[in-house]
């Protein structure tokens, strides 16, 4: 690299630099007035520039960053398009619609079908998709039942959150990107954590169908509700199933339907989740293979395959363009040397006791940071800083991540700053105040013991 005139490769003028490009992206991204693709690509490019790079030094890192990010980038643009045809094609519809006839109209057990439907409707990793499925089924049995709609959104939000660890979830993407390392690896490291975290979805459901049975009993002694024994969970399950049947028709999906395309369909799934976790093939090549079977099984001509890709293509392009995005952002941050003044900057004023113990304490205070800031700010800018300082206290880049991930997870979909919340709510005629009452302090002690649970296990070593 050339140097010029203004050039700054002392330590401090790298730190400044460093934490302006980051301050500004945050900045930018919590007013959330543009696509993150944009300040993750322009602040950059322009902090760079003004510390004194050209454009050789620019293409060099921008190549740097892309080859740590381009395996996460396939795999999010198959595994989106596979998914997603699964819903297209209604194979989650008929788990979906069991779970609903289980409850028996069981105030406890129509709380934790919840938490059970959530799981299953979050396999695509889309929020937006999960909320859609989810809410417009179980609403009418919730007021049916007088149940809370903001226990209902709770629980759905928690368990779309523990699923969001998935390889194919936004914050594996992210982290994996951010750290070199693949989705899979983080995955793999991180399933411990996620089938407690299950587990704990669960137990939440049940806590919270408790209080709501509790709840329901007192106002129905009073005289204030009526009694709720003629509940019909059939008409409700048949009622859900017939309003996706429409959807289907109404979006125009053309495809194949019954038993072969359906038992075709759970192979791909279960021989996909088998290979990614015997780790057969990166998560890459099998959502590729997954999405083409994917394709062949479910359409019958080329135009309707092309209409599938074209359905899913936007939002499997934007997440690919925010972590492409995210190759120039990360590529000069680390290829200029900004992040580890940061760090060692940050090292100089952490007492010793404290610098070992970074992660767990940022990933503690996880679910807080993602009302203060977005997803892509908390992972492409605090992570990097906190990666790099721990790493001088040899906490491996997986150990760091999987910290700031188990904190923050929980809180996907507790933020203001989630777009699929706000529809969630819309959904659900409810009230952000009154949800975050509900469901902040709930995810958040959530997030703190799961965080706990895995520094005590090593995880985050």
Do not use: C
Not at 9 to 26: D, N, P, Y
Not at 237 to 263: H, I, L, M, N
Not at 267 to 283: I, T
Request: hydrophobic share 55%.
């Amino acid at each position: 690299m050339h140097t010029t005139v203004l050039r700054m490769q002392t330590e401090l003028g790298l730190t400044l630099m460093g934490l302006l490009i980051v301050g500004t992206t945050v900045g930018i991204l919590i007013r959330g007035k543009t696509h993150p693709l944009i300040p993750m690509t322009l602040v950059p490019v322009i902090g760079a520039f003004i510390t004194g790079f050209g454009l050789e030094d620019l293409s060099t890192f921008f190549e740097e960053g892309l080859s740590s990010v381009m395996k996460v980038v396939v795999m999010f643009i198959f595994a989106i398009i596979f998914f997603g045809i699964l819903q297209d094609v209604g194979l989650f519809t008929p788990i979906i619609r069991a779970l609903i006839k289980t409850t028996r109209g069981n105030v406890v057990a129509v709380a934790v079908g919840t938490g059970l439907i959530g799981v299953v409707a979050h396999l695509d990793g889309s929020g937006s998709t999960t909320f859609l499925l989810t809410i417009p089924a179980l609403l009418p049995l919730y007021q049916a039942l007088h149940m809370s709609r903001y226990v209902l959104l709770t629980i759905v939000a928690l368990a779309a959150s523990v699923m969001n660890m998935v390889p194919w979830g936004g914050p594996l993407g992210r982290a994996g990107a951010v750290i070199s390392q693949d989705t899979n690896t983080v995955w793999m490291h991180l399933i411990p954590m996620q089938g407690l975290a299950l587990v704990f979805v669960v137990a939440i459901a049940f806590a919270l169908g408790v209080r709501e049975k509790r709840r329901i009993s007192a106002l129905q002694a009073a005289g204030d509700l009526p009694a709720t024994d003629d509940v019909d969970v059939h008409a409700i399950a048949d009622e859900f199933e017939q309003k996706q049947r429409e959807e289907q028709e109404k979006q125009g999906y053309e495809f194949r339907s019954g038993t072969v395309p359906t038992v075709l369909n759970v192979l791909v799934v279960l021989a996909a989740l088998v290979v990614l976790l015997a780790g057969l093939l990166p998560p890459a090549p099998t959502f590729l293979i997954a999405a083409t079977l994917a394709l062949i099984i479910n359409f019958t001509s080329q135009a309707e395959q092309a209409d599938a890709l074209k359905r899913h293509a936007p939002n499997a392009l934007s997440m690919a363009g925010i972590i492409i995005a995210a190759a120039m952002f990360l590529g000069v941050l680390n290829e200029t040397g900004m992040l580890e003044a940061i760090a060692l900057s940050l090292i100089g004023v952490l007492p010793e006791a404290a610098g070992p113990y970074l992660h767990v304490a940022v990933g503690m205070l996880g679910v807080p940071l993602d009302l203060l800031t977005s997803t892509d700010a908390y992972y492409f800018s605090v992570l990097p800083i906190v990666q790099e300082t721990v790493a001088a206290y040899d906490i491996s880049g997986l150990g760091a991540a999987s910290a700031l991930i188990l904190g923050n997870v929980i809180g996907t979909f507790v933020s203001p700053f989630s777009p699929a919340l706000w529809l969630a709510l819309g959904l659900a005629n409810a009230q952000m105040g009154r949800y975050l009452k509900l469901a902040f302090p709930i995810a958040w002690v959530f997030s703190v013991i799961i965080v706990s649970v895995a520094f005590a296990t090593g995880l985050l070593a």
